[in-house]
């Protein structure tokens, strides 16, 4: 199996998925090497109830008091009356600790949605980025997508999601 379709399956199996990445090609005159595309670079993406929530974030590393996230979440499919939530964490893992700042937009439509107000992490630390799709109905089922490992210990779902912060 080539290293693309390698890269290929195993996005697929950890439910990522781009239909925009396209591999990059590079080498010397006379000679050819492909390389398959970063999954750093593609989408957090999952999907449920006919709803496809795909997170992005920038940047992958910073320093403390100068670096400001950026959050985009885009929702494709049958989008209902609903809220999208974004967290922004330094915690070790979902079950500790409390977001640095959680904010909220009301949405009923297909769409691309930023995070409201800009954050700028104060301190170094692996900040984590959390999407949650919280349709309004008690029948619809909510999504997250998130960077935050489940346990303290366990890698992050989806490392693109998680921005490397240094001191000052």
């Keep these: 199996m080539t290293s693309a379709l390698l890269s290929a399956a195993l996005l697929a199996a950890a439910g990522c998925s781009s239909s925009t990445s396209t591999p990059t090609t590079t080498g010397a005159p006379g000679s050819t090497t492909t390389t398959a595309p970063n999954?750093?670079?593609?989408?957090?993406?999952?999907?449920v109830d006919g709803v496809t929530l795909s997170v992005t974030s920038s940047p992958l590393t910073g320093v403390a008091g100068t670096t400001t996230m950026h959050v985009n979440a885009q929702l494709t499919g049958s989008v209902t009356a609903s809220h999208l939530v974004f967290q922004i964490s330094d915690a070790p893992s979902a079950e500790s600790g409390r977001p640095a700042t959680t904010q909220q937009v009301s949405v009923s439509h297909p769409g691309t949605f930023s995070l409201?107000?800009?954050f700028h992490p104060s301190k170094a630390g692996n900040w984590a980025i959390t999407v949650t799709y919280a349709p309004t109905s008690a029948k619809k089922s909510k999504l997250s997508v998130s960077g935050l490992p489940p346990k303290v210990g366990l890698p992050a779902p989806f490392p693109q999601l998680v921005t490397v912060i240094t001191a000052g």
Excluded: E, R
């Design 116 to 118: 409201p107000t800009a």
């Design 39 to 47: 999954p750093l670079d593609l989408p957090a993406t999952g999907s």
